[in-house]
């Protein structure tokens, strides 16, 4: 059984930085792409990185400059590095494969089929 566990999630303030990880089980994880997302209970769940199966990355508007993606293969893990964490980055945080994403499918929900439950980012002074 494919599964994804997202951790990580904590209470900071503003301008601090947080890493979250994914963890990966089931799969040949070298061969899916994966991808991130964000949604709180004023928005709509919003696209917020993601890696193909070949490390090419692409990322969401929100997220450019500030957050970074990387994979470890070898232990089946993804990141979400982010820095300077805004109280709009509020939100949960979902990690997602999609074993068959292109680059160009990377930002779209609906190449993803296997999702975590999620991990709470809350940022607060």
């Known amino acids: 059984q494919v599964q994804v566990a997202e951790s990580g999630g904590a209470l900071v303030q503003p301008g601090a930085s947080l890493r979250l990880s994914c963890a990966a089980s089931?799969?040949?994880?070298?061969?899916?792409?994966m991808g991130w997302f964000r949604q709180s209970p004023t928005q709509e769940r919003e696209f917020i990185g993601g890696?193909?199966?070949?490390?090419?990355?692409t990322y969401g508007g929100s997220a450019k400059g500030r957050f970074t993606i990387s994979r470890d293969n070898a232990k089946n893990m993804v990141y979400l590095q982010m820095s300077n964490l805004k109280p709009e980055d509020t939100a949960v945080y979902y990690c997602a494969l999609c074993p068959r994403c292109i680059i160009s499918s990377l930002p779209r929900a609906q190449y993803y089929d296997t999702w975590g439950q999620g991990t709470q980012v809350t940022v607060s002074s």
């Open positions: 089931g799969l040949t994880f070298s061969r899916s792409g």
């Open positions: 890696m193909n199966w070949s490390g090419s990355k």
